[in-house]
């Protein structure tokens, strides 16, 4: 039986942002059944936690042996193994996966420098000055993106895994309202909250972020 780790109790009270729900979407999308062990902030910097994740966060995937982390690897791994999140044909294979790294090298890191202003250097004397420049960092690629995207259903034609990956990454805007300005993502981002998989992942995360211990 596969395990993932989440936090035991995710800060967004089960909006779904963390990221163990991309890796319970896409053990959805493939069908595999998998069981989620609930870490404490103070339990994901020991030891025990630390030797499965070098860097003390969750998630990380166990299975026979196998202890993997970083969401991208996670994914890659279940959609090499297992049919659903991968096109056969090694060329669109390879286009899909160009997506995964987009969306984690190219896409969500200025969306983190963003929620880091936003959350944490709000009372920095510079704050106010800087966020412009932050905007402006996140605008470039997501209209890049959406110029991509056009009217497309999906990034390279079908669903894969790079679709995956880029919808959990572009959901963190949505809670500020910022996903509206660009309403080809936002439709993009509702097309992948529609899918089946993805519902089923979203409600076993607010059930595990909502249960009493
Ligand atoms: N690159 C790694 C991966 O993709 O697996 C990043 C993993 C990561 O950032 N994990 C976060 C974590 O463990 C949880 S998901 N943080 C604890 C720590 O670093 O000490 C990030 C996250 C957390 C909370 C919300 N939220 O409440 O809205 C959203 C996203």
Redesign the pocket.
């Known amino acids: 039986m596969i395990t993932i780790t989440a ?1 035991d109790h ?3 009270g089960g ?1 779904g ?4 729900t991309r890796v319970r979407w896409a053990l959805e999308e493939v069908g595999l059944p998998y069981q989620v062990r609930g870490v404490t ?1 103070e339990a ?2 020991q030891p025990a936690h630390m030797a499965l994740q070098p ?5 990380t995937f166990e299975e026979d042996g196998l202890v993997l ?4 690897s ?1 994914i890659l791994h279940l959609a090499q193994k297992h049919p659903g999140l991968l096109p056969q044909d090694p060329n669109a294979r390879a286009r899909a996966m160009s997506w995964m790294f987009a969306s ?1 090298n190219t896409i969500e890191p200025p969306i983190l420098d963003m929620a880091t202003a936003r959350l944490f250097e709000r009372d920095k004397p510079w704050a106010e000055a800087r966020m412009p420049l932050v905007v402006e960092r996140l605008k470039k690629p997501l209209t890049q993106l959406s110029n991509w995207l056009a009217d497309s259903e999906w990034l390279e034609g079908t669903f894969t895994a790079g679709d995956l990956m880029m919808v959990h990454v572009i959901l ?1 805007l949505k809670p500020s309202g910022f996903l509206n300005e660009f309403p080809s993502l936002a439709a993009y981002a509702a097309r992948g909250e529609a899918r089946p998989a993805y519902q089923k992942a979203y409600a076993a995360q607010l059930e595990f972020n909502t249960r009493k211990i």
């Open positions: 936090f995710s800060p967004d909006k942002l963390a990221r163990d902030f994901l910097k860097f003390g966060q969750i998630p982390f970083e969401t991208g996670i984690v963190r």
